[in-house]
């Protein structure tokens, strides 16, 4: 694939960052819940699935972009492989009424976000030879005590901490990528001049 066409297609997915990647407020929805009696829970959880499903699979395609642009290059950049795939949003959603899968959403999406987070830094280590990333802003084994010994009350906090860590990871990632485009460009741009 062309080396041009390659950056406009990094430069395309970055782009649609502002629709996949959707910072939302836990205290909005938090207030919506209380004040709908709990109906605003259905697409909370919509919301927070969908937007997970949604980063992953750009982050997936930025990573293969990015892939492929360094092989033309020489550069063989190996990626661990992880499992990613994407979640039901609607039946997750629906499944809430058993209120049990509440606590199964809120695992599966710390559990899926920590993993992620381990092969970004990978990935952005050594790409951007940086190792000063944040570790992960949920503490998995901390909620679930918590959750437990609260009779479940603990979700509250648990929620809080998804959305403040997504929220986080989403702006955190957005710096890394336009630290990767633009070394990306300045290698293209001097590939240019030389030839």
Same mark, same amino acid.
């Given at each position: 694939m062309d *080396? /041009? $066409?390659l950056i406009d297609n #990094? /430069?395309?997915n970055i782009a649609r960052r502002a629709e996949t990647d959707r910072v939302m407020w836990f205290s909005m929805w938090f207030l919506a819940a209380v004040a709908t009696f709990g109906l605003a829970f259905f697409p909370m959880f919509y919301l927070l699935i969908e937007?997970? *499903?949604k980063h992953f699979a750009r982050q997936k395609e930025l990573e293969d972009l990015v892939v492929v642009h360094l092989k033309d290059r020489g550069v063989d950049l190996k990626l661990e492989k992880t499992n990613s795939a994407e979640r039901n949003s609607l039946v997750w959603t629906l499944s809430i009424?058993? #209120?049990?899968p509440i606590f199964i959403i809120a695992y599966l999406l710390s559990k899926d976000l920590v993993l992620h987070e381990e092969k970004q830094r990978m990935l952005f280590? +050594? $790409?951007l030879q940086e190792k000063n990333f944040e570790v992960? +802003? #949920?503490n998995i084994k901390r909620c679930l005590l918590l959750t437990v010994i609260t009779l479940g009350l603990g979700i509250v906090y648990w929620l809080y901490k998804i959305f403040n860590s997504y929220n986080r990871h989403f702006k955190e990632q957005w710096m890394m990528e336009d630290k990767i485009f633009e070394l990306l460009v300045k290698g293209e741009n001097r590939d240019e001049r030389e030839n």
């Open positions: *080396n /041009k $066409l #990094i /430069k395309e937007r997970r *499903n009424v058993l #209120i049990f280590g +050594s $790409l992960p +802003s #949920i």
